[in-house]
């Protein structure tokens, strides 16, 4: 059960989160990892990839902007994409640590975990704020808007897939 619900995990965060940079910090986990687990991380690395290509098409598509607007949107949008993307990884964690946890649920780790993930909550509708502020400031308040309906149209559908894909707590022991 623990290893179906850990390639769930993984699964499910690769349908959710972007892509991990390929800098050192990616090297240095691949190369200490176990040649079975590079394998899943590569796998996971290009799907994410692939998922945040069709997400910024999505984005592109939905914004609409004019030349000007997107030159200053696209460079603050890829300054949050890198902000989400260190929090989507501190959401893989937690999913990962439920999945290690599953079948052992205690009461501690069962209110560890939901305070980990009510602070990924908050964590990102406050990147969401912060970014609605820069880019309604360097385009304007209706693009800045318009960034954040498309945003919560994007998050909403990947709650649904990890809260679907995710199986609801043990049953008390």
């Given amino acids: 059960m623990k290893t179906k619900l850990l390639s769930l995990a ?3 965060a690769a349908i959710s989160l972007p892509v991990i940079s390929h800098g050192a910090q990616a090297e240095t986990a691949t190369t200490a990892a176990p040649a079975a687990e590079n394998t899943g991380q ?3 690395a290009l799907f994410r990839a692939s998922t945040r290509i069709d997400r910024r098409d ?11 607007q997107g030159k200053k949107f696209w460079s603050l949008y890829h300054q949050y994409e890198a902000d989400l993307m260190k929090l989507n990884d ?16 205690s009461e501690s780790k069962a209110d ?4 980990r993930s009510l ?3 908050k964590a990102r509708t406050a990147l969401l704020d912060k970014y609605y502020g820069k880019i309604a400031k360097a385009t304007s308040k209706v693009v800045g808007a318009r960034f954040l ?3 919560s149209v994007l998050q909403g559908a990947g709650d649904v897939v990890v ?3 995710i199986p609801l707590m043990p049953k008390e022991r």
Avoid: H
Wanted: charged share 35%; aromatic share 10%; proline share 0%.
């Fill in 163 to 165: 809260g679907s894909s």
């Fill in 119 to 121: 602070d990924f909550r």
């Fill in 42 to 44: 590569d796998a996971l």
């Fill in 58 to 68: 999505f984005v592109k598509q939905s914004m609409n902007l004019s030349e000007e």
């Fill in 10 to 12: 993984f699964a499910v």
């Fill in 90 to 105: 501190k959401r893989l964690a937690v999913i990962k640590d439920y999945a290690d946890t599953f079948e052992n649920m």
């Fill in 112 to 115: 560890e975990l939901v305070k």
């Fill in 149 to 151: 309906q498309v945003e």
